[in-house]
């Protein structure tokens, strides 16, 4: 009954290839958010969007690019991976009408 | 600097027991309050919020306090059951940036039979 859907779930890259993740909704949701979560840092934002083709950057946005074209799918992308960027990264959606977010079941990433 | 602040990494409490996780913020321009809990390999999910103009929300064994003077948060679960072994994120969501929210640290919470 997911809303939301992450793709891969893992994967194993090596520094410097270029990485997309996707995110995939079917709540039609205006709101979509990519964050990382790292130990010791909990969760930090990393890109969010406000409805097609608007986005904007979060706290930990360097080395990070996103495109939504569609109101469903929010692609976030490692234009070239490093090991930093090793990391577990959830999409979250929220309606323009609730505050909360429901969160996608993550993608580990790991860098090489 | 972190805006959203949990200094607990992790808490083990007896089942039956209180559960109490803290949470500090330093800015005041935050409308709401959130706490979210998370398993291994899955997403947070939503457990309850507050809103800036309260100072209580309760839920089921789930209540949370909110102290504006002292820019603190805080969960009690009540009656603590194993099964609330989980990571806790406290979040904020400031006022009028496209809802985006700041979230703490997380606690680790281990409850023991």
């Known amino acids: 009954d997911a809303g939301i859907t992450q793709s891969p779930r893992h994967k194993v890259t090596e520094t410097g290839t270029p990485v997309t993740l996707r995110c995939h909704q079917t709540e039609n949701h205006r709101y979509m958010y990519w964050y990382r979560q790292d130990p010791g840092h909990g969760l930090r934002l990393i890109h969010y969007?406000?409805?097609?083709?608007?986005?904007d950057k979060g706290e930990v946005s360097d080395g990070y690019s996103v495109s939504r074209s569609k109101t469903e799918d929010f692609l976030l992308t490692l234009e070239s991976a490093t090991s930093s960027q090793t990391s577990v990264y959830f999409c979250?959606?929220?309606?323009?009408?609730?505050?909360?977010?429901?969160f996608g079941s993550g993608t580990r990433l790991t860098v090489v | 600097d972190q805006q959203v602040k949990q200094n607990s990494p992790s808490l083990s409490v007896q089942e039956g027991r209180i559960s109490i996780l803290n949470c500090d913020y330093t800015?005041?321009?935050?409308?709401?309050f959130l706490w979210y809990k998370k398993y291994p390999a899955e997403g947070p999910t939503f457990l309850i919020s507050?809103?800036?103009?309260?100072d209580k929300n309760e839920d089921g064994r789930f209540t949370v306090f909110l102290n504006k003077s002292a820019k603190h948060l805080s969960l009690h679960i009540v009656p603590s059951q194993p099964g609330d072994s989980a990571v806790y994120f406290c979040?904020?969501?400031?006022?009028?940036?496209?809802?985006?929210?700041?979230f703490g640290q997380g606690t680790e919470l281990s409850v023991k039979p």
């Open positions: 979040a904020a969501r400031p006022y009028n940036q496209g809802g985006k929210l700041i």
């Open positions: 800015n005041s321009m935050f409308d709401y």
């Open positions: 507050i809103s800036s103009i309260k």
């Open positions: 979250a959606i929220s309606g323009a009408s609730n505050y909360g977010y429901t």
């Open positions: 969007s406000y409805g097609v083709k608007d986005t």
